[in-house]
């Protein structure tokens, strides 16, 4: 990382230094960078958005006024695959080498030097504990160059405000289903910071049921997508799975018995054509079973706004099933674009700035957190 504080006095020439450069180029984790023109200072309301909970290198800028001015993003994917899964430790340190680089090139295409930011938004949890201090560290150290407000920001709330990148917003009260990696849950919003959970997950989460799967259909890392990309081709009705506490009343998921499922009728998927239609059946349990809970919570809250976010957001079965439902029942529907819909920073960004909109208190130390619970989550004052 680039030191900001040079020791001279000057931490703010430092910044300005450190915002005026670009990386060139690129190899192994270290960077070149070559100086590029910037406006003079100017006073905004921009907020930068750092993300590094998982396997994704990310930086983004938002601003009250002109929106998304820039966002850049980093994924480790190819990395992580040969071990099957992400590698914590290879992640934080891939962090590490790629993080200065792309917070420069997301100033630079924002037209922004570091000291005209009004906060420095970063990921504090939860993720992974050694790539959350990465962001946080760096996250901090800026700031205090800068003079910039320091903005830890829930993981989850990022994804929950996704759609408010969006032209077509959500208004609040709002009814959300998050389906990310690690998590599948629904929650009334009321407000930033205003989160009531009406249903979770009971073991496996919908994103955590889809790579088990694919990964005992010998599919590649990350496997979620080409389980999608592989359900495409299937013939529906070969295969046939449950939906999963959908027979009961509740709002609560459960996902680990179709995965033991899909194990035990895997034998019999014997060919290529039958791999496929097993995971067809498997994708249309999975979206079958979120789109039954969703109209379920909508008719139990008397909410008329459903918005779905996370990684599995991008499913195209998912999203044709809940067009499909909101168009014969009439409840409005929202979805973040699918590049916002994975781990990013423009969702972070966004978050950062509606806390610090809204009279939301800095931080003066790095907090990263493993597991930080959505409900503890409070508004600002």
Not at 139 to 148: D, I, K, R, S
């Amino acid at each position: 990382m680039l030191n900001l504080d040079s020791g001279d006095g000057a931490p703010k020439n430092r910044a300005r230094e450190f915002s005026q450069a670009r990386a060139v180029k690129q190899r192994g984790g270290s960077a070149e960078y070559a100086p590029v023109m910037t406006a003079p200072p100017q006073s905004t309301h921009a907020v930068l958005g750092i993300e590094t909970s998982c396997d994704e290198t990310a930086a983004a800028v938002y601003d009250g006024g002109a929106g998304l001015l820039a966002h850049r993003l980093y994924s480790q994917a190819a990395m992580h695959a040969e071990y099957g899964g992400v590698v914590p430790e290879l992640a934080a340190r891939d962090h590490v080498g790629r993080l200065s680089a792309l917070v420069s090139e997301t100033l630079a295409a924002a037209n922004l030097c570091a000291d005209q930011l009004a906060g420095i938004a970063y990921t504090a949890g939860p993720g992974l504990i050694g790539a959350l201090l990465v962001g946080g560290s760096f996250a901090a150290g800026l700031a205090a160059a800068t003079g910039a407000r320091l903005l830890p920001v829930h993981h989850l709330e990022g994804h929950l405000l996704a759609p408010m990148l969006e032209a077509r917003r959500p208004r609040f009260p709002f009814l959300a289903l998050l389906v990310s990696g690690g998590h599948t849950l629904l929650a009334r919003v009321d407000g930033v910071g205003r989160y009531q959970i009406i249903g979770d997950t009971l073991d496996d989460a919908a994103g955590e049921a889809f790579d088990k799967t694919a990964k005992a259909l010998g599919l590649p890392y990350p496997g979620g997508p080409e389980l999608a990309q592989l359900a495409a081709i299937g013939q529906t009705g070969q295969f046939r799975f449950s939906r999963p506490m959908t027979d009961r009343p509740g709002l609560d998921f459960s996902f680990s018995g179709l995965k033991t499922a899909v194990l035990t009728a895997l034998p019999r998927a014997t060919t290529s054509q039958d791999r496929a239609d097993l995971a067809l059946a498997f994708e249309e349990a999975v979206t079958d079973t979120l789109a039954i809970k969703c109209q379920r919570a909508l008719e139990q809250t008397g909410l008329q706004q459903l918005v779905v976010a996370g990684g599995v957001g991008a499913n195209r079965r998912l999203r044709a099933l809940l067009q499909a439902a909101s168009e014969q029942r009439g409840f409005e529907l929202f979805f973040p674009r699918p590049e916002f819909c994975t781990d990013n920073a423009a969702m972070i960004a966004y978050a950062g700035w509606a806390r610090l909109s809204e009279g939301g208190d800095a931080t003066a130390g790095i907090a990263a957190r493993a597991r930080w619970p959505l409900h503890t989550l409070t508004a600002p004052p």
